[in-house]
């Protein structure tokens, strides 16, 4: 159960007469009633209100639930004094920049409190020709998307049109309060609104609404026992929220830990026959040095040693700390904007890349020409991995080329042996290492992290065959990950 429906349960049965003891010695509601026309009455007489027209008889059809015998239905405008607010003339300075807060649906919240701290203050003038509250009246947004917010004042103020209050007589306030504050309530206030985009309930369709009235000694009761149980909800809420992001939160933060757990080398076991990483990187660097002496890659400066500082956590004997830039060779797409066309060769950027997924939708064509320059040292080919690397930097996406397209502002990771680097496993190690890069980014406006970087960044290398086991067992754990996101939802 919500938070949300256990207050409105409890509000139920309170105005069910549910939640207190009924006792013959508190008499009867009708009398309670008979009590407030008399006083409404006198005010009438006395010049304090006008005589408000008479409402409807209550049908017995119009009875929503059963009442205890002792308390009566009837319509809220008998209860107390109804009114609607008003604006005063903004064009009058002098009915502004004063002492009273003049509230709107704005300032009132969904929790029932209210906001004093307003920009419109009214002066003595400026209450006068508004409508005036004090303490312990209630007011209930009547039109908008916030209608039905509903709260007690606590201070002398004005309030606007889309405002209605009721002064209740010889009855709580805070008892009349949880009533216009139950989920029956609202609801009737609904149905009896008009307007779908802009639903609006005027004072006379607002007066019309049904309440049921409890003795003024029950109400009493009702208040006290409300004032203990709702503080419960309230706590009951704040753990119920907490537990929610914390629902909400764990599958992320379970990916993000398996994901650690496999570049530690902690969620496969190590085997001796698999050898070691050391070899495997020797056998990579000369598979490189073959590429160069072959003028399929330029030779590029080497790369500086692995410092004891740059390695953040501890892995396997058989594994080794790397420079990306020493296993794969990283390249990157245009970073110039080419001449757009109608139809040609798409160009990709980080847009079009999401979710381990590459999209050509609302991509934009290139010339042939222009896409021959720009493949000329970044071409993809199958198997690839793109990684965006400016503005959002991350999003891996290991490429299932089915067409020919062209780069921009993507950093593009190639194997320089298919045989001897799991793309698979180092598209997984660019995911666990995106957010880190993205925290180190440079750029004010726009981050972005540089080939250098991209060419120096420090990884853990397992051997080849570990490599095959980490993504095997994330490809069985992941999935369930992305279930339990989907069941927070």
């Known amino acids: 159960m919500t938070p949300e429906q256990l207050r409105n349960s409890i509000l139920q049965m309170a105005i069910e007469g ?62 107390g004094i109804t009114i609607t607010g008003k604006t005063p003339s903004t064009t009058c300075s ?7 807060p003049f509230i709107g649906p704005g300032n009132i919240s969904s929790s029932g409190t209210i906001q004093y701290d307003t920009d419109k203050r009214l002066t003595e003038s400026g209450l006068a020709n508004s409508r005036a509250l004090d303490n312990q009246d209630i007011v209930q947004v009547c039109i908008g998307g916030s209608i039905g917010k509903v709260a007690i004042v606590d201070r002398k103020c004005g309030f606007n049109q889309q405002i209605n209050a009721i002064k209740p007589l010889l009855s709580l306030s805070k008892y009349i309060f949880s009533v216009i504050q139950s989920d029956f309530f609202y609801k009737k206030l609904r149905e009896n609104s008009t307007g779908t985009a802009t639903p609006i309930i005027n004072k006379d369709g607002w007066c019309n609404l049904l309440v049921p009235l409890a003795t003024l000694a029950e109400q009493k009761r009702i208040v006290d026992r409300l004032e203990k149980i709702l503080p419960l909800v309230d706590d009951y809420e704040k753990a119920y929220n907490e537990l929610h992001e914390l629902n909400k939160a764990f599958p992320g933060k379970l990916k993000n830990s398996l994901l650690q757990m496999a570049v530690e080398g902690k969620l496969t076991d190590q085997r001796p026959e698999d050898g070691n990483a050391a070899d495997l990187l020797k056998e990579i660097q000369a598979e490189k040095a073959k590429l160069v002496k072959d003028g399929v890659i330029k030779k590029e400066k080497p790369l500086p040693e692995i410092a004891e500082d740059e390695i953040p956590f501890e892995i396997p004997e058989s594994w080794c700390w790397v420079r990306m830039g020493n296993v794969v060779d990283v390249r990157d797409g245009t970073h110039d904007t080419p001449k757009y066309c109608p139809t040609g060769i798409p160009l990709v950027t980080s847009k079009n890349i999401s979710s381990g997924q590459l999209s050509f939708d609302e991509v934009k064509y290139i010339s042939e020409e222009d ?108 999935p369930l990950c992305d279930t339990l996101a989907k069941a927070q939802q």
């Open 371 to 478: 896409a021959k320059i720009i493949n000329s040292r970044s071409n993809v080919d199958d198997g690839d991995i793109l990684f965006a690397m400016i503005g959002s930097i991350g999003n891996p996406v290991i490429v299932k080329k089915n067409r020919e397209f062209c780069i921009k502002n993507i950093a593009l990771f190639k194997p320089y042996i298919k045989a001897t680097i799991g793309m698979k496993y180092w598209f997984w190690v660019l995911y666990f290492f995106q957010e880190r890069m993205r925290k180190g980014a440079s750029g004010g406006v726009q981050s972005f992290v540089s080939l250098k970087v991209f060419r120096q960044y420090t990884v853990p290398l397992p051997p080849l065959a570990e490599q095959k086991r980490i993504v095997a067992k994330l490809e069985q754990l992941l």
């Open 94 to 100: 002098e009915y502004y920049d004063g002492e009273y």
């Open 18 to 79: 549910k939640l207190t003891e009924q006792r013959p010695e508190d008499g009867n509601a009708a009398d309670l009633l008979k009590e407030i026309q008399a006083e409404k009455a006198k005010l009438v007489k006395d010049g304090v209100i006008k005589k408000e027209k008479p409402l409807p008889e209550i049908a017995e059809d119009e009875i929503p639930f059963e009442v205890p015998k002792s308390w009566c239905w009837c319509r809220l405008g008998e209860v």
